[in-house]
């Protein structure tokens, strides 16, 4: 029986990472940690969220009592750690919330780890769930590689890095067992609809204009959420103490090609004449320090941990677009707001 504290469990990644670990491991008690911020959902687990290998724990990591409160009691095996601000934009309004979670909250779970592990450092592994954005931005070529020098430059990402940076010191200081992956762009179902696809989703929908920062000419490299979440497993139970992978599907996109993809799907699944949905595209201002390009190379993870992403990007979408056409209450509680009232409906809080 191994114990796995899992952090950010009720956001989009996180989500997909307590499901599977749930559902594959009968044999782990799987703890979700989460504070549940505007993009914690737990309604994004009600399918597991009765399974006796699974409990949940509200808690803001940016609070080291409660966290080292939690680790005095609960003895874990483990420690995958996916709790972030992960919205761009906000950390261009707002970036001290970033800098409190991702590098606070980051080292206040070190810390206990640190208190709460010592002598079992070997045994007991911190895995630390990190983005590709921390090596910068591409020019028209070249791909990020686990040896590529860092260079943030959106708060967010400058946070994402310093949060590594911390996971390296305290492997390299204190001996703990540490693994951290860098991932690129996810999408899938739950995905808060704050971010592009599942935005754009939610706005031809409600034939609403689709916002595209700038020219739309910035390339992201598109990864299924649960190839992610795959890999996660395979780095968790197989990578050495202290390395790095990059996780990503080979798989660039320039924003207004995909956009139109995604309205051509949007047009055949709403019945739609062709051409109508790309009415809606609408340029608007760019982002402030916008990256031109993200592409990772996860040569290292394909051939090491034998990791291929299962799925074509346009089978993908589709499935993705499917979701959120037939999961239309969770789209309107996470639009409305309600939501945020799951937690105490179902776990009877105040
Ligand atoms: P998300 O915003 O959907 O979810 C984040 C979760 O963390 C939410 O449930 C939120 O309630 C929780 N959280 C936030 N602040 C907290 C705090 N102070 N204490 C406890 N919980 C808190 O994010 P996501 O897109 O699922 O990303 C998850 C992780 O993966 C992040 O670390 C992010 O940096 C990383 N990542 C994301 C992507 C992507 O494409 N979304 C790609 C690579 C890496
Ligand atoms: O690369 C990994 C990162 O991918 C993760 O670390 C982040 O947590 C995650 O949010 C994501 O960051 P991006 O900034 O790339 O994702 P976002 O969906 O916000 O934007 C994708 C691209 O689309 C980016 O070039 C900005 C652009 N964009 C975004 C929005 C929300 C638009 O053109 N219009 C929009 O309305």
């Not at 989500?15 to 737990?42: E, M, W």
């Not at 687990?45 to 399974?51: P, T």
């Not at 909250?105 to 630390?128: I, M, P, Q």
């Not at 992978?245 to 019945?271: A, R």
Request: with cysteine.
């Amino acid at each position: 029986m191994k114990k796995i504290l899992i952090t950010g469990g009720a956001g989009f990644i996180g989500s997909h990472v307590v499901r599977r670990f749930v559902n594959n491991y009968p044999d782990y008690q799987i703890v979700n940690l989460d504070k549940l911020t505007y993009a914690g959902n737990l309604a994004n687990l009600k399918d597991i969220e009765d399974k006796p290998n699974y409990s949940f724990v509200k808690i803001d990591i940016t609070d080291a009592t409660a966290i080292n409160e939690l680790f005095k009691e609960g003895d874990f095996d483990a420690v995958i750690h996916l709790a972030a601000e992960s919205h761009v934009d906000r950390s261009i309004t707002d970036p001290t919330a970033f800098v409190m979670t991702n590098v606070i909250g980051t080292v206040n779970l070190l810390n206990a780890v640190r208190e709460y592990w010592k002598g079992d450092y070997d045994k007991k592994r911190f895995y630390h769930v990190s983005t590709d954005e921390v090596y910068g931005a591409l020019g028209e070529t070249g791909m990020f590689t686990e040896t590529t020098a860092y260079d943030p430059h959106s708060p967010y990402s400058a946070s994402k890095a310093s949060s590594d940076h911390f996971v390296r010191a305290y492997h390299d200081t204190y001996g703990l067992d540490c693994v951290i992956s860098n991932c690129s762009n996810n999408y899938g179902s739950h995905h808060f609809p704050e971010k592009l696809i599942p935005l754009a989703i939610n706005n031809i929908k409600n034939n609403k204009p689709v916002p595209v920062y700038g020219k739309g000419e910035n390339v992201r490299d598109w990864l299924w959420v649960e190839d992610h979440a795959r890999a996660i497993d395979v780095i968790f139970h197989q990578a050495k103490t202290g390395e790095t992978y990059n996780i990503g599907g080979h798989n660039e996109w320039k924003n207004i090609d995909l956009i139109h993809l995604l309205c051509k799907i949007m047009d055949q699944k709403l019945g739609r004449e062709e051409g109508e949905s790309a009415k809606l595209i609408t340029f608007v201002t760019d982002r402030a320090g916008h990256d031109l390009r993200y592409a990772i190379d996860s040569t290292k993870l394909q051939e090491k941990l034998n990791w291929v992403p299962s799925l074509q990007f346009e089978e993908g979408l589709e499935k993705t677009v499917e979701w959120y056409l037939t999961n239309e209450e969770w789209l309107s509680n996470v639009t409305s707001g309600n939501y945020q009232s799951y937690y105490e409906k179902q776990y009877n809080h105040k």
